[in-house]
Structures are given as structure tokens and as C-alpha cells.
């Protein structure tokens, strides 16, 4: 089992910067891809970014040129660097991490951070 703690969030002004960190603890070795999702009030949790052990990135539409995703794996974080925010990504984000049967002791599921608030005033 993966533990994840997302930390970071907190309430911003539109046109802010925001830097969100996820710790990873546990099978750490048994982690490949790692993500950021999120869930606005009211909606279903989407897809934010996505990032490899290569450190192969992918963003969502509106993310792209705005967030940039990153990971360092000697300390098993992952980060999301988020700029010219806007109301609109208002919401809890959320970290994912994706176990794959990479060695005996592993088992492929995803594991998720319990979330940090993103609040983003007009």
C-alpha cells in the first residue's frame, strides 16, 4: 500500500500561483505513473495531469501552459505548479499514485492522498 498526503492548497486571489506537493510513504518501489485529479463542487473528479517515472508528462486541456506537473522520485513527491489561476479551479486536488505488479511484493492498484482545498476568489 502507497500513503499519500497532499499539503499546498489554501484560498487565492484570480492570477495567483499556487505550488500543491504530494508525499509519498509505503511500496513506494511499486509506483509507476502519478497524477493530479480534481473535483469542483457539485462535479465529478477529472483529470488534471499525469507524469511518468520517465518524467513523461500529460494535461488536461485546461492545464496545459498553465500547470505544470513534476516529480522527484529520491524523495517520492509529486508537485503541481499551477499559475494565472482562476475561479474555475476551485476545488479539491487530488494525488494519485498507480502500483504496478513490478516486483513479487507488489500489487497493481491506485492508491489516493485524501485531497488539499483549492479555493480561487474572483
Known amino acids: 500500500q502507497v500513503q499519500l498526503v497532499e499539503s499546498g492548497g489554501g484560498l487565492v486571489q484570480a492570477g495567483d500561483s499556487l505550488r500543491l506537493s504530494c508525499v509519498a510513504s509505503?511500496?513506494?518501489?511499486?509506483?509507476?505513473?502519478m497524477g493530479w485529479y480534481r473535483q469542483a463542487p457539485g462535479k465529478e473528479r477529472e483529470l488534471v495531469a499525469t507524469i511518468t517515472m520517465e518524467h513523461d508528462t500529460n494535461y488536461a486541456d485546461f492545464g496545459k501552459g498553465r500547470f505544470t506537473i513534476s516529480r522527484d522520485n529520491a524523495k517520492n513527491t509529486l508537485y503541481l505548479q499551477k499559475e494565472s489561476l482562476k475561479p474555475a479551479d476551485t476545488g479539491v486536488y487530488y494525488c494519485n499514485a498507480r502500483r504496478a505488479a513490478t516486483a513479487p511484493w507488489c500489487t497493481a492498484m491506485d492508491d489516493w492522498g485524501e485531497g488539499t482545498l483549492v479555493t480561487v476568489s474572483s
Open positions: 509505503g511500496d513506494t518501489i511499486c509506483v509507476t505513473n
